[in-house]
């Protein structure tokens, strides 16, 4: 049985070279949502040997997109551009098999999420509103997947399911063109704009459903994307002589959050004007596998997770003037849980083997280049905020009558990028604070059990491999100027700081019981190899009528517990080891 599934819409709402003039609020808006849902299942049966195969294909793709380009808006209220995009698929894929001497099940599901959401303002527009401007991108994608399978045979079982989870949209808001003007008198009641952080009230709603709203009063430029995987695989296989299975997923989230202000383009806001962009990944991945043979069983397991989005507010070579504050924002979010394990029971011989991969490979990035910022009366913020957490949860256990062997292997690296900086000529005043920030947490907790039993020989195996490697920045490049002109009490000068905390905690455990003779290994590697910088370039000038402050922190917590047991009737080894560099 086989799908196959594919939405790729286009939806548009424009206005191009028009004049508007209206008396209340003025609105423009492209709103997309797409949904899949495949299901595909078969079964064979048949006296010596059978097949049972599985599979579906589910695609979401096209473009939404909100655009002014030239031509000139004119509100006695607030005026709106936004573009909003909502994808899911729901897809499973069950197949099973059964036979006298040989019985194969296979099963496969591919969910590919891809596409754009886009806000553009551009061409020279000319928008002006009494109220406030808001231009907004939204995009959220969710994908919940099963692969399952089951082979049952007097002779040869083999079973096989694989999930394959693919995201990478594009979700953009910005304000382009040398002679496009954005003016917002910031009057009357504030608008809601995207907050960038999640409710933790309720956890177990989506992503979506999660967002934090703030009041705001001016001109607000926000991209904001959510990315949602729920998989689980599945595989079993029953058979007299051997029985083998497998159970794979493989997520990739990926694509770009990107809100800017370029191009030579002017932002004015008689209250606070606001560049941010938002992402946030949550992956909760469950792969296992139950191999069960009267003389010979191999159960295996696995799960590969990649984290790679990148997320950037920026402001190059344009302007943003304000009365209050100005604030050039991006921050991500992503929580990662691997539930992955692997088990073979047998009258004789069994392998069991599970292993998750954590590849997190991000960026978030707030920057100016050959721009010009200034906030009258309030402070300017230039911020980066990047936080990950991980919980792998790998196990197998071998159970068999005269040979066992298990192996849990974790490997996980953190290589996320989070910078805030000034590059170019940029020229960063105001008249309270000056902020330049770059704050990255990253948690990692790994569990690895792993069990072995046998009547004559076991070896049980467990081995975590864990690497931080990202950067936290905070630069003042080029001949750019930070300066903060306010001299009382109330103002708190200029500040550069880049911060970074790393926190790992891994528990790793390996246990060996035999009738004769049992080996076993546990070893948890953690290399660390990140950085937090505060720099300003030999030509950039800071200058405050209070403090000026350059700092970089680097905190990290590394916690390992390893532990190994081999018990035996006739010789039995066992040996843990912890390495942190």
Known sequence: AAAINTIATQTQARSQNSNWE????????????????????????????????????????????????????????????????SGAVTAAAIAGAGAQNLAFAGSIAINDLGGSTTA?????????????????????????????????????????????NDLHANTTAEIIGSATLIEAQGLGDAIQIDAGTLSTSN??????????????????????????VDSLVATGAI?????????????????????????????????????????HDQV???????????????????????????????????????????????????????????????????????????????????????ATLRSVNDGLRITATSAISSKPIVGSASINGQAAVGASVIVAVLDQATTASANGASQLSADSAVVLAAVAQQTLNSYAPTAALSGSLGVAGTVVVTELKGSTEAVVDGTSTLKQTRTDGSAQG??????????????????????????????????????????????AVLASGRDITVAASNTRKLDSLTLAGAVSGTGAISGSVSYIN
Do not use: C
């Open 494 to 539: 200029v500040s550069v700081t880049a911060t970074q905390t790393s926190t790992v905690n891994n528990k790793l455990g390996g246990l060996t019981l035999t009738g004769s003779v049992s080996l076993g290994a546990v070893a948890d590697v953690i290399l660390v190899n990140d950085n937090a910088s505060a720099r300003i370039a030999d030509s």
């Open 120 to 164: 553009r303002m551009a061409d020279g527009a000319r928008i002006r509103a009494n109220k406030h401007v808001l231009l907004a991108a939204q995009d959220d994608e969710a994908i919940s997947a099963f692969a399952g399978s089951l082979a049952i045979s007097q002779k040869i079982g083999i079973g096989g399911a694989v999930a394959l």
């Open 239 to 279: 058979a007299d002589k051997a029985g083998v299975v497998a159970s794979v997923s493989v997520n990739q989230l990926g694509g770009t959050t990107t809100a800017h202000v370029s191009q030579q383009a002017t932002v004015t806001s008689a209250k606070a004007a606001h560049v941010g962009a938002y992402h």
């Open 22 to 85: 209206v008396q209340k609020d003025l609105s423009l808006l492209a709103d997309n949502s797409s949904s899949i849902q495949s299901y595909t299942g078969s079964a064979a049966i048949a006296e010596k040997a059978s097949l049972g195969a599985s599979g579906s294909y589910n695609h979401l793709g096209g473009a939404t997109l909100a655009e002014v380009r030239g031509g000139e808006l004119d509100a006695n209220g607030s005026v709106a551009v936004e573009a909003r995009r």
């Open 203 to 228: 956890p177990g709603a989506s992503l979506a459903a999660r967002r934090k709203k703030q009041a705001f009063t001016g001109v607000a430029v926000v991209a904001a994307s959510t990315h949602q």
């Open 284 to 370: 909760l991945a469950k792969a296992g596998s139950l191999a069960l043979s009267g003389s010979g069983a191999v159960g295996g397991a696995a799960d590969s997770t990649i984290l790679s989005h990148a997320t950037a507010a920026k402001v190059d070579d344009a302007t943003l003037d304000a009365h209050d504050a100005v604030t050039v924002d991006a921050g991500s979010g992503a929580m990662a849980q691997q539930m992955v394990a692997g088990v073979s029971l047998s009258g004789k011989v069994g392998v069991a083997g599970s292993t998750a991969v954590l590849l997190a490979n991000g960026s978030t990035r707030a920057s100016t280049n050959h």
